[in-house]
Nanobody, 124 residues
Framework: QVQFMESGGDSVQAGGSLNLSCVVS??????MGWFRQAPGKEREGVAG????????SYADSVKGRFSIARDKVQKLLYLQMNHLKPEDTAMYYC???????????????????WGQGTQVTVSS
């Protein structure tokens, strides 16, 4: 059974940083990622890793501020978020990317199977 368990969300002020973690179990593919969803908004892909040549992909909205990484041995996925903005406020989810599609610059993604999420709140 594929399971993802996110943690690390918190309330921070604009300009601050957070590092989200995700424990992955039952999923043995290379490609995974993060997406977020704010109240009343559609899901937005944030970052993907492991697709094609193994490089990462990011939505334009977070490029240069967020960084995705993973520990294959420990089966952990991370999302380092710097220079946070109020518009980054959302529930963040780690997810499977079985077709290794990554995240389009627009935030489009094809993630399947995700955890319960972790809340990130950024105040101005």
């Amino acid at each position: 059974q594929v399971q993802f368990m996110e943690s690390g969300g918190d309330s921070v002020q604009a300009g601050g940083s957070l590092n989200l973690s995700c424990v992955v179990s039952g999923y043995n593919r290379n490609c995974m990622g993060w997406f977020r969803q704010a109240p009343g908004k559609e899901r937005e892909g944030v970052a993907g890793i492991g697709h094609l040549d193994g490089s990462a992909s990011y939505a334009d909205s977070v490029k240069g501020r967020f960084s995705i990484a993973r520990d294959k041995v420990q089966k952990l996925l991370y999302l380092q978020m710097n220079h946070l903005k109020p518009e980054d406020t959302a529930m963040y989810y780690c997810a499977a990317d079985p077709n290794c599609s990554g995240v389009h610059s627009s935030g489009m993604h094809f993630f399947t199977t995700w955890g319960q999420g972790t809340q990130v709140t950024v105040s101005s």
